[in-house]
Nanobody, 127 residues
Framework: QVQVVESGGGLVQAGGSLSVSCEVSGRTVVRYAMGWFRQAPGKEREFVSAIHQSAGRTYYADSVKGRFTISRDNAKNTVYLQMNKLKPEDTAVYYC????????????????????WGQGTQVTVSS
């Protein structure tokens, strides 16, 4: 059974940086594409970023492109999301997710493409 656990997050001022991590256990992370989603109060859960099983392919929502960087360390079964130049609108619960399927890029933007989810970690950006 695959377990996904996020860590990091917290409170930061606008313009600051924060990093969240996601550790996958049960199966080696190299077999899964990993995604980050976020959900703000009263809003739908939205795609943030994803990284393919081969770490050379990464994907970003337009709202975070150029500010966020996703990476993975397969030896540690961990995926990272480095968030720079944070804005108050980035405030949300950030969820990590995993899918074993290989597909075209558009597949990884879709919430229902992922089989395993973490419990989420809160990121709050103050203005």
């Amino acid at each position: 059974q695959v377990q996904v656990v996020e860590s990091g997050g917290g409170l930061v001022q606008a313009g600051g940086s924060l990093s969240v991590s996601c550790e996958v256990s049960g199966r080696t992370v190299v077999r899964y594409a990993m995604g980050w989603f976020r959900q703000a109060p009263g809003k739908e859960r939205e795609f943030v970023s994803a990284i393919h099983q081969s770490a050379g392919r990464t994907y970003y929502a337009d709202s975070v492109k150029g500010r966020f960087t996703i990476s993975r360390d397969n030896a540690k079964n961990t995926v990272y999301l480095q968030m720079n130049k944070l804005k108050p609108e980035d405030t949300a619960v950030y969820y990590c997710a995993a899918t074993p399927r290989y597909s075209s890029s558009s597949y990884y933007y879709i919430r229902d493409s992922y089989d395993y989810w973490g419990q989420g970690t809160q990121v709050t950006v103050s203005s």
